[in-house]
């Protein structure tokens, strides 16, 4: 269970989630891995410039191993859906904003292939990825040049497909995590295993490292999935509120009133399911009652009034991606929430000995 974290001279068993869409910088990225964590940088939005550009700024800041994430090709739909229908229901929102009428990009994402050729350029010491298995070719290019890979899992068959892909350990995302479900092998809504349930029945299953992911936001979260199997965690919602993250001040002001009841799962931003802070959109979509586009159709769709959304500080209309550990969100500096887990760890443990 250790190894894991030896290979990457980690002090802490903490692995920052790649946050996409704005949370994830080259300086947080960075202050976990400097802090004794591995930090992640999220690269799957990225062109190949600015994943070169972004995995130097982290080399810059830190001489530690970190991660690069991106989406497995696997998720890529034809698109599907009513344009029109979904595209009259954002023209309320563009009109608040004063945007023009939503417009469908005729690409709605970045080339997959060029993206690994940025990444084998820049050889960084772990590929993530989520949203289903990489291509066999990308695959054997990565392990080429010695990069240890990590898959996403929400079941114990995706876990398992994914060891037999090649991966070198495997995320089991738990349903209380935040934004998109990294679920490929059945319906998003039949992959709702909860943390606890989902990672000793990975870990029984398969006889790769196994990070456990969903809800954990503190000390005690880390000693539970450390108890479970787990070789160790992986943090997203706890970071959000960070002073290196790029979350953005209407974001961050509601995720510091959030509470564990205010998240829900929705599709409505993206066309993939994603846990987030109930807001005015998605109560908006939910009640319009109409179909979205498929992934990743509808996230170019909505990004436009998302960005627009972001610098206005409209929080109602911004996909504000939480888990369901939100109320125990804590701000500071990386180093400073690491410390601070890091005691909570050491009470917690000292608490189960007495105890036993």
Same mark, same amino acid.
């Given at each position: 269970m250790l190894d894991f974290c030896r290979n990457f001279n980690m002090m802490i068993p903490l692995v920052l989630a790649p946050m996409g869409g704005g949370p994830s910088t080259p300086e947080l990225t960075a202050a976990v891995s400097n802090a004794g964590g591995l930090g992640s940088l999220a690269a799957a939005y990225s062109n190949p410039e600015k994943i070169r550009q972004d995995i130097a700024r982290v080399r810059a800041l830190t001489e530690r191993p970190f991660a690069v994430n991106l989406f $497995? #090709?696997?998720s890529l %739909? #034809?698109?599907r859906g009513d344009v029109d229908e979904v595209s009259a229901f954002l023209q309320q929102f563009h009109q608040r904003l004063g945007l023009g009428p939503p417009q469908l990009p005729k690409q709605p994402g970045e080339n997959f292939d060029q993206q690994i050729d940025a990444i084998l350029e820049m050889k960084p010491a772990i590929v993530s990825f989520t949203f289903g298995l990489l291509p066999p070719e990308a695959v054997a290019r990565l392990k080429s040049e010695s990069i240890f890979l990590v898959g996403t899992? =929400? =079941? /114990?068959?995706e876990a398992r497909q994914l060891e037999q892909s090649g991966v070198d350990a495997v995320v089991a995302q738990g349903s209380e995590a935040g934004a998109h479900r990294g679920t490929f092998s059945v319906k998003a809504e039949? +992959? &709702?295993?909860g943390t606890a349930a989902l990672i000793p029945q /990975?870990?029984?299953?398969t006889s790769i490292p196994v990070v456990a992911s969903g809800g954990i936001m503190d000390g005690r979260g880390i000693v539970a999935a450390l108890a479970l199997g787990a070789c160790a965690v992986q943090m997203g919602t706890a970071f959000l509120a960070a002073k290196e993250a790029g =979350? $953005? #001040?209407g974001y961050r002001a509601a995720l510091l009133k959030a509470s564990e009841d205010q998240t829900t799962t929705t599709r409505a931003f993206s066309g993939r399911m994603a846990r987030g802070i109930r807001n005015e959109f998605i109560e908006s979509w939910n009640d319009a009652g109409i179909t979205n &586009? $498929?992934?990743p159709w509808q996230n170019a769709f909505t990004q436009p009034m998302r960005r627009a959304a972001s610098e206005a500080r409209q929080s109602g209309m911004l996909s504000l991606w939480a888990g369901q550990g939100v109320g125990l969100i804590r701000e500071g500096s990386a180093q400073e929430l690491i410390s601070h887990w890091k +005691? %909570?760890?050491k009470t917690t443990l000292a608490n189960l000995a007495q105890a036993l």
């Open positions: $497995s #090709p696997q %739909e #034809p698109l899992a =929400t =079941t /114990v068959d039949d +992959a &709702l295993i /990975v870990v029984d299953a =979350t $953005s #001040p &586009l $498929s992934y +005691a %909570e760890m």
